[in-house]
């Protein structure tokens, strides 16, 4: 099973094949958000009540840290995890923070690759 850590204070994100994140979204609406620890795959789960709507720009907030996951190095659209290896290898798992936005980027030094419906969108960011 790949791990997940926050790339500000190492904490364990991951619980099985979950990624668990404090999120906000540009409305102020907050909520817990279980993303799936599959590259490609963008089902999430949150609360029922919580009314995030596509195109939404949702902050992505370490529930260890509380500190801002933004990829801001690439651009103001993505947040960033480390996802660690079996073997200990780490690499940058780069995906959009706006809701309904289909891409991830998993980025080891010059090794990238993309995933989802939307990945030519910041390929020319990396
Ligand atoms: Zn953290």
Not at 76 to 94: F, P, Q, R, S, Y
Request: aromatic share 10%; glycine share 4%.
């Amino acid at each position: 099973m790949k791990d997940y850590i926050c790339p500000k204070c190492r904490g364990h994100l991951s619980i099985d094949n979950e990624i668990i994140f404090l999120t906000k979204n540009n409305k102020e609406d907050s909520a817990i958000v279980l993303l799936s620890a599959e590259l490609g795959n963008y089902s999430f789960r949150k609360n029922s009540k919580v009314d995030f709507e596509a195109g939404d720009h949702v902050n992505f907030i370490c529930p260890i840290c509380y500190e801002n996951l933004n990829a801001d190095e690439y651009d103001a659209n993505l947040a960033k995890v480390i996802m660690v290896e079996d073997d200990g290898k780490e690499v940058d798992i780069v995906f959009s923070k706006v809701l309904g936005e289909k891409c991830t980027y998993s980025i080891h030094d010059k090794d990238i690759q993309a995933f989802g419906d939307n990945k030519d969108n910041y390929l020319d960011k990396l």
